[in-house]
């Protein structure tokens, strides 16, 4: 009788990696506002070292331009999924919780958007 194999659990880095794929290929490669895009994902990690996470999601929301909008939104499904706390909003929960929970969800938000800006070179740039 042949042996049946079980799937193993994806690692955090191989969940976060399949999540950054999936948006970046589908929500915005071939779209006007790529290259934007591919420039935000690349500064996101400084602007989120230097400014703080909760500024730079802030900056984002304030600029209302698609790319901004896009990543921030992917930002929130990322850490969303990465903490596993259900949230409708990133930026209410940053405002409302504790500096253990800011820390961890910075990151989180860091460790994805090594992901995002990996996948964003791969596919938007060229």
Known sequence: M?????PKR????????AKAWDLITQEVK???FADKYS?????????IQTNGL??????????????????????QIMVTADTGITMTNL???LRECNVNEY????????????????????????
């Open 54 to 75: 909760i500024n730079t999601l802030a900056f984002y929301n304030s600029k209302g331009e698609n790319a901004h909008i896009k990543l921030l939104s992917h930002l």
């Open 39 to 47: 420039s935000y994902v690349k500064s996101a990690s400084t602007l």
């Open 2 to 6: 042949p042996e049946v194999t079980t």
């Open 103 to 126: 820390r961890n969800f910075t990151k989180s938000a860091l460790a994805n958007l090594i992901w995002l800006k990996r996948f964003a070179e791969a596919e938007l740039e060229g």
């Open 30 to 32: 071939g779209k006007n």
């Open 10 to 17: 994806q690692t955090k880095e191989q969940e976060r990696a």
């Open 91 to 93: 930026l209410e929960k």
